[in-house]
């Protein structure tokens, strides 16, 4: 749902920033998740996008700092 709006607003993907979004778990619970992409280029010249896709932090995350 979360990559669907992402494409529905048609949202330019900046590789050095996080994307917030929903996702659901595979127990049907939605969640608030980070994306994280970075693009690079083999010796051979091809060229990958690598994600890293994690739990959002809460406000309760950041507390227990």
Excluded: Y
């Excluded at 990559?3 to 917030?20: F, L, M, Q, T, Y």
């Excluded at 127990?27 to 959002?56: C, H, M, P």
Aim: net charge negative.
């Amino acid at each position: 749902a979360g990559i669907a709006r992402v494409r529905e607003h048609e949202r330019e993907v900046d590789p050095g920033k996080p994307i917030r979004t929903s996702a659901l778990r595979s127990d049907g619970e939605e969640v608030e998740v980070q994306i994280n992409l970075s693009a690079w280029k083999s010796s051979s010249g091809l060229e990958f996008i690598t994600a890293e896709v994690r739990r959002a932090p809460t406000v309760g995350d950041m507390l227990q700092l």
